[in-house]
């Protein structure tokens, strides 16, 4: 069982930069991938980024390529989310993913989520 509690979020005007911080809780956190998603009202839950257990590969959804950078940090259970060039269009709710599988069994984690707001 992991738990995965995010912070970070809040308001900030477009071009500004916010940092997001996932801190799992429970054993095995370098066994899951790790990943952001979002959900903008109205719409689906939808990727946005991606990291692989050891953190030597990444994934970014083409929306937030070369703008958001996600990182890990194993010792600490904690992975981050850094936003830079921030666009209104970025406001939503992000959370935090933890995902692995167990022989053929997905499993997956889910934090509470934290806001975003981007003001134009």
């Known amino acids: 069982q992991v738990q995965l509690v995010e912070s970070g979020g809040g308001l900030v005007q477009a071009g500004g930069s916010l940092k997001l911080s996932c801190v799992a809780s429970?054993?095995?956190?370098?066994?899951?991938?790790m990943g952001w998603f979002r959900q903008a009202p109205g719409k689906e839950r939808e990727f946005t980024a991606a990291?692989?257990?050891?953190?030597?590969?990444?994934l970014y959804a083409d929306s937030v390529e070369g703008r958001f950078t996600i990182a890990r940090d194993n010792a600490k259970n904690t992975v981050y989310l850094q936003m830079n060039s921030l666009k209104p269009e970025d406001t939503a709710v992000y959370y935090c993913?933890?995902?692995?599988?167990?022989?053929?069994?997905?499993?997956?984690?889910w934090g509470q989520g934290t806001q975003v707001t981007v003001s134009s």
């Open positions: 429970g054993n095995g956190f370098s066994n899951f991938y």
């Open positions: 993913n933890a995902h692995r599988v167990l022989l053929v069994t997905p499993m997956d984690y």
């Open positions: 990291i692989s257990w050891s953190g030597g590969s990444t």
